[in-house]
């Protein structure tokens, strides 16, 4: 069974601050998604990884794919308050359809 | 529509009462995912859709839960004598083609709350 582990669950931090996320799922994997969600909202689509070394970045936040090491960091450089939210990865299983997602990090950026 | 839309957004209920949550997925996309996400919890995947067949229930936690869906329109969840464990966000999901190697787009969801 394919397992997704996040950490941290939750994070505060203060603007213009760097920090990572960590996604480490448990069998072997090449698509791995990133999602935002606002409190009450949809989840919104920020990244799709496919292969190995993949590295994606969208303004102040960079994702990437080891799969040899079944890990996904989310990176946050110069935090921003509108950054807050809560953010999942989700790990594509061999059905390629059913995704398994992480608990989620609710991301504070304090002024 | 423009996006995948549910409905209701909330749903109170009593124990042991049934619910039909309802999605209507983005016209055109052929696949339709339910998941269900508790407090504090990651999402977990319930049913997926090809069309208005279901591939894989596998993730129906009882048999109190039974979903359909209309062609490629309109999808229903149905929970039958609801129990408060069931008190979730039911979040509903669309993509062009089956498989997630299309990306999925998810609606606000359904909060349920049993009393």
């Known amino acids: 069974e394919l397992k997704v582990e996040q950490n941290p669950l939750f994070l505060s931090m203060q603007e213009g601050k760097n920090y990572t996320i960590y996604c480490n799922y448990s069998t072997t994997s090449d698509r791995l998604y990133w999602y935002r969600q606002d409190p009450g909202k949809s989840l919104e689509s920020l990244f799709v990884?496919?292969?190995?070394?993949a590295v994606k970045q969208e303004g102040r936040l960079m994702a990437s794919l080891d799969t040899k090491a079944r890990l996904s960091t989310l990176h946050i450089t110069a935090a921003v308050h509108d950054l807050s939210a809560t953010y999942f990865c989700?790990?594509?299983?061999?059905?390629?359809?059913?995704?398994?997602f992480g608990k989620g990090t609710l991301l504070t950026v304090n002024p | 529509g423009a996006g995948v839309s549910q409905s209701p957004s909330n749903k109170v209920t009593e124990k042991g009462k049934d619910v039909e949550l309802r999605c209507d997925p983005i016209s055109g996309h052929t696949a339709l995912y339910w998941y269900r996400q508790r407090l504090g919890q990651g999402l977990e995947f319930l049913i997926y859709f090809q069309g208005n067949s279901a591939p894989d229930k596998s993730g129906l936690p009882s048999d109190r839960f039974s979903a359909e869906r209309t062609g490629e329109s309109v999808s229903t969840l149905t929970i039958q004598r609801t129990q408060q464990e069931d008190s979730a966000v039911y979040l509903c999901a669309s993509s062009l083609f089956g498989g997630m190697n299309t990306e999925a787009f998810f609606g606000q969801g359904t909060r349920l709350t049993v009393v």
């Open positions: 990884l496919l292969s190995n070394g």
């Open positions: 989700a790990v594509g299983g061999g059905s390629n359809y059913k995704l398994t």
